[in-house]
């Protein structure tokens, strides 16, 4: 239980506990603090407005966040009774100054009702992912202001690019801390955070992220024939390449492609190779035995400056799988080099998952899992902790220095 002298959390984070996958960086940490703090997530107010011809499945996803709002506020996990989760009503009209400032209002009132709802009285750690929160958390009363700059989000492609580079800007220089997972765009905005920005790296679920014997791999995964080049996550058309993936599918077509996760592009093209099998979404829980089924893992982005200034958690997930893994380049994956083959363009991508499937990659399974052993969400929970409460500067020496 949380002392009475230690501060609450509120975290407006950019995913929606409800539909989301909770794996997320953002829930992650909330999780992790709240075995000692009370903490409130408010769900992701969104970037703008779903609409039809500029947004992927718009109807659908309008009537997914009705059902979310609609569950308001609940404590979805037993074991954690200080963790609990708030779906606001917002009016998404973020490119109008006013409609924000009315958005922001309302949104702010269902927060302050929740708190004192939940006996959150004392000013708590407000913690930011998604920058139109700012309008809304700004007025506050605080005890400290995190920002999470876990992505790029003004080159989200559906959102207001300049509404969202203003509020990211306007969050960068407000903040007490700026924690980031890229090193390049904290350098990058190193001049408008100073000494307040902090490197945490993402962390990983290892006692989750464990591999699983042959026996134990779900049927429809194990009725694919080996060998497996594999993808666990999101398959968003702004993020995957999926032009890389039918190459892989071309280029070897002795191997099966396995793809785990919703879908945003259409897969019609892709299906119609025979060596693809897209299982659509499955459980988190589920996923480790999923990813056991893999040979090799992949990360196919495309070359974007949403990639490059981006840390997926599903790297260190794939290494505590202990798989070895080949993926197109980004800034972050030059700490990584020993472990991971890097390619860039098509047929060197291909080349390079024919070379893994050769050799078992470039370190040993046991060493691919020691590499991220250190990296618990629990000791990334205690760095955001120790810097939201005390201003302690350690959470800017490397990762694997900081206390577990």
């Known amino acids: 239980m949380a002392a009475a002298e230690d501060p609450s959390y509120v975290c407006f984070s950019a995913q929606d506990w409800w539909y989301h996958n909770t794996a997320h960086s953002?829930?992650?940490?909330?999780?992790?603090?709240?075995?000692?703090?009370?903490?409130?997530?408010?769900?992701?107010?969104?970037?703008?407005?779903?609409?039809?011809?500029?947004?992927?499945?718009?109807?659908?996803?309008?009537?997914?966040?009705?059902?979310?709002?609609?569950?308001?506020?609940?404590?979805?996990?037993?074991?954690?009774?200080?963790?609990?989760?708030?779906?606001?009503?917002?009016?998404?009209?973020?490119?109008?100054?006013?409609?924000?400032?009315?958005?922001?209002?309302?949104?702010?009132?269902?927060v302050r009702l929740v708190c004192l709802l939940l006996g959150i009285t004392a000013p708590p750690v407000v913690v930011v992912t998604l920058p139109t929160a700012w309008d809304v958390v700004r007025p506050l009363r605080r005890r400290s202001l995190v920002y999470n700059r876990s992505d790029r989000h003004s080159e989200y492609p559906e959102g207001d690019r300049a509404t969202l580079e203003h509020l990211e800007q306007s969050l960068l220089r407000a903040a007490d801390h700026v924690v980031y997972v890229s090193r390049a765009l904290m350098a990058e905005e190193r001049s408008l955070t100073g000494d307040r920005a902090y490197f945490m790296d993402h962390g990983v679920d290892v006692d989750h992220f464990v591999t699983h014997p042959e026996e134990e791999l779900p049927e429809d995964a194990r009725n694919i024939p080996r060998p497996r080049v594999g993808f666990f996550g999101a398959l968003d058309d702004f993020v995957v390449d999926f032009g890389l993936l039918e190459a892989v599918a071309t280029g070897l077509p002795e191997a099966s492609l396995i793809l785990i996760g919703d879908s945003t592009h259409p897969m019609e093209t892709l299906l119609s190779h025979g060596n693809v099998h897209w299982l659509g979404h499955r459980p988190y829980a589920d996923i480790p035995r999923y990813g056991s089924s893999f040979d090799v893992a992949i990360m196919p982005w495309l070359d974007s400056p949403w990639i490059w200034s981006s840390n997926p958690i599903k790297l260190k997930e794939y290494l505590a799988l202990e798989l070895p893994v080949v993926s197109t380049d980004f800034a972050e994956l030059a700490s990584y080099t020993d472990r991971v083959r890097v390619a860039k363009g098509a047929d060197e991508f291909v080349a390079a998952i024919r070379q893994t499937l050769s050799d078992g990659g470039l370190s040993t399974p046991a060493e691919r899992r020691a590499s991220v052993l250190s990296y618990s969400w629990g000791s990334r929970g205690d760095v955001l902790v120790s810097l939201a409460e005390r201003g302690h500067a350690w959470a800017n020496q490397t990762p694997q220095h900081l206390p577990s």
């Open 26 to 110: 953002d829930f992650q940490l909330m999780r992790a603090i709240a075995a000692k703090r009370r903490v409130l997530v408010v769900n992701s107010i969104g970037m703008r407005m779903p609409t039809p011809g500029r947004s992927t499945h718009s109807l659908r996803r309008i009537g997914r966040k009705l059902r979310s709002v609609a569950k308001f506020v609940r404590r979805p996990l037993a074991e954690l009774p200080l963790f609990h989760v708030m779906s606001p009503l917002p009016l998404p009209f973020y490119g109008s100054p006013l409609m924000r400032r009315v958005n922001a209002t309302l949104v702010r009132l269902q």
